[in-house]
């Protein structure tokens, strides 16, 4: 194994990308419990952490790919894993790798769901506002994603 100082780089940048992706995970987790919460404050600050953790990854992403290729391979799963076959930090890169990538899959699925928080809420607020309009059953309009929406500001629902 390299010590940090003679790392090589694509071995430095997967290790980046190990980072990256951790932070982001974090970010979702915080995330989820703002989400549960309803701390919008939290969520606000959690937004913009993810955000950031997004473009850095692209970032390392495209500089993984960059160091890749100039070591006469494509940026592609397959060719990865060759890749990193020819360089003498092989395991390390292998190694590294499948934690990005196991990272990646459990952001994915906390993402998923968050994402499914968050509808939960909207369903939630739809409800309330059929019942404060006096409006029973499902909404019965459909907006442009195909997702039956409640048709707002067709019923005023009080004065001030």
Known sequence: MHSEGNQHPLEATLTQEVECTRLLLDCLESERAALIERDLDTLEV???????CSQQLEQLESQRGTLVESLGFNNTLDSLQRCFETLPCADRLSSLWQQ???????????????????????????QALCILRG?????????QDGEARATLGQRELGKV
């Open 46 to 52: 959690t937004t913009r952490r993810k955000f950031e």
């Open 100 to 126: 990005v990538l196991d990272n990646t899959e459990s952001c994915r699925a906390s993402n998923l769901s968050n994402g499914s928080i968050l509808e939960s809420g909207r369903q939630h607020v739809e």
């Open 135 to 143: 409006q029973t059953g499902t909404p019965s309009v459909y907006a």
